[in-house]
């Protein structure tokens, strides 16, 4: 024999997915029943089986709609801070180019006029041009 709670149970669900109904308990003899229909004999209880809760929590809902939004405006601020990093390395990288040219230009510049430096002054031009090679390496090549 199945318990009685058992069987309220497995009735209960059945009642839980079909629309509200009644479940009746009938006792016989001693022995409990549940059923969906009236028992024939013995003593006749009427049970309501409430109807289920609503299968959409709108609370629910409403909250992961704000998480998501919250998610989305941090992910937004995030790209942002992100896209404005960049920009500032790209400022940065094309200010460093263009100091690094200018030192090429200089450094190349002091090269010819060693070159062509007279005696007097070919010492005190090849001591520029070096310098401004290791200006050049020590500020661009590394």
Same mark, same amino acid.
């Given at each position: 024999?199945?318990?009685?709670? %058992?069987?309220?149970?497995?009735?209960?669900?059945?009642?839980?997915?079909?629309?509200?109904?009644?479940?009746?308990?009938?006792?016989?003899?001693?022995?409990?029943?549940?059923?969906?229909?009236?028992?024939?004999?013995?003593?006749?209880?009427?049970?309501?089986?409430?109807?289920?809760?609503?299968?959409?929590?709108?609370?629910?809902?409403?909250?992961?709609? !704000?998480?998501?939004?919250?998610?989305?405006?941090?992910?937004?601020?995030?790209?942002?801070?992100?896209?404005?990093?960049?920009?500032?390395?790209?400022?940065? !990288?094309?200010?460093?180019?263009?100091?690094?040219?200018?030192?090429?230009?200089?450094?190349?510049?002091?090269?010819?006029?060693?070159?062509?430096?007279?005696?007097?002054?070919?010492?005190?031009?090849?001591?520029?041009?070096? !310098?401004?090679?290791?200006? %050049?390496?020590?500020?661009?090549?590394?």
């Amino acid at each position: 024999m199945k318990s009685p709670s %058992l069987l309220l149970c497995a009735m209960v669900l059945l009642a839980g997915s079909a629309s509200a109904q009644d479940v009746y308990k009938c006792v016989q003899d001693g022995h409990t029943s549940y059923s969906a229909t009236p028992c024939t004999g013995g003593q006749l209880q009427i049970l309501e089986v409430p109807s289920p809760p609503p299968a959409v929590d709108k609370g629910a809902a409403t909250r992961q709609e !704000r998480v998501a939004s919250q998610m989305e405006a941090a992910r937004k601020q995030q790209e942002k801070l992100e896209d404005q990093a960049r920009e500032r390395a790209a400022k940065q !990288r094309e200010a460093r180019d263009k100091h690094c040219a200018q030192l090429r230009l200089e450094q190349k510049w002091a090269a010819q006029d060693a070159v062509g430096a007279g005696d007097k002054t070919r010492d005190t031009a090849q001591l520029k041009a070096r !310098r401004a090679g290791e200006r %050049l390496a020590v500020e661009c090549l590394n």
